[in-house]
């Protein structure tokens, strides 16, 4: 399997886990599904070759097998982040249990679950996790940080970027999902990518501290994404009401709880916060992948 699939893996196995249990089904014609036919294919590719039974498929179901795949593929992207980048990051201590059981149609469904619209402010993101996961808000902010890993294509999601940054690997898994929000001299900018009837805003960081001449881009996030450190609002189609420029220009009112956390996991407040996330969203991906 090429890596780049396994770094899927991790989204692969929340989208299977948002029904009440973890089914080996997803449903792709709903459009926050799109794109995971690529590492659902690749999965299989592995599970079943050719359609074929594997050691794979006679030991375990296709739910465990991608919610094994999902952790692989966190161990992975940290594997990736200390031999290549030079972190010093120690394995993820997620906790795998077998035993979820594959709907009858697997892979494939057809029933709708709710999965998390992009376009909700702070309140409804928070409430999302906590009535779907029996998430806390501090969970919440620990399992973001998995956006660290892959990007957006405007062709499939109708947003367009990487959460960390077009110089950082799609495939490296740290703390820079949280350090990214904290940055005194990022500037945050809102565009929309849809249209009036169907708009995509997403949020575009633009590093001010470097000259107009060189590349400043540093990422986008989501308005989900910028739940987690303001206290967002938005209208009823996703445009945010208040302003988040930077953390010195904003009408929109810190989260001071969630920021003292985010603290935690930057490498430019505290020592050893690549760990401090690495646990945290461990133990909130546990949660998730658990559904039995």
């Known amino acids: 399997m090429r890596l780049s699939r396994l770094f899927h893996a991790p989204i692969a196995a929340f989208h299977d886990c948002i029904s009440p249990k973890c089914d080996g089904c997803i449903n ?31 030991r375990m179901s296709r739910a465990d097998f991608w919610a094994l795949a999902g952790v692989v593929g966190v161990q992975v992207g940290i594997e990736t982040a200390n031999e290549d980048y030079g972190a010093d990051i120690d394995d993820a201590p997620i ?17 709708v679950y709710k999965l998390p619209d992009p376009h909700m402010g702070s309140a409804a993101t928070f409430k999302y996790f906590e009535d779907t996961f029996n998430f806390t808000p501090y969970e919440t902010v620990a399992l973001m940080g998995g956006h660290t ?3 957006a294509t405007q062709s499939i999601l109708g947003f367009n970027g990487t959460w960390t940054g077009p110089t950082r690997s799609l495939f490296q ?32 960081c633009t590093d001010l501290a470097k000259p107009e001449t060189e590349n400043r881009d540093c990422g986008f996030m989501l308005d989900t994404d910028i739940s ?22 904003r009408t929109c009112s810190l989260n001071r709880t969630n920021f003292k956390q985010m603290i935690k996991y930057d490498s430019s407040f505290t020592e050893d ?11 909130s991906f546990t949660k998730v992948i658990n559904r039995i």
């Open 28 to 58: 792709l014609a709903n459009r926050d599904n799109s794109g995971l036919d690529i590492p659902i294919n690749a999965l299989e590719a592995v599970y079943k070759p050719g359609g074929a039974e594997s050691e794979h498929s006679a």
């Open 173 to 204: 898994f740290d703390g820079t999902y949280h350090h990214i929000l904290l940055v005194h001299d990022y500037g945050w900018n809102v565009t929309n990518l849809g249209t009036e009837e169907d708009p995509r805003y997403q949020w575009h």
């Open 95 to 111: 906790i795998f249990r077998g035993g979820r059981k594959d709907c009858a149609t697997s892979p494939h469904t057809t029933e």
């Open 273 to 283: 916060s690549e760990n401090n996330f690495v646990t945290d969203f461990s133990a």
């Open 149 to 151: 890993l892959g990007a």
């Open 228 to 249: 987690m450190l303001v206290d967002l609002t938005v209208d009823d189609k996703g445009k945010p009401t208040c302003e988040f420029f930077t953390l010195a220009e």
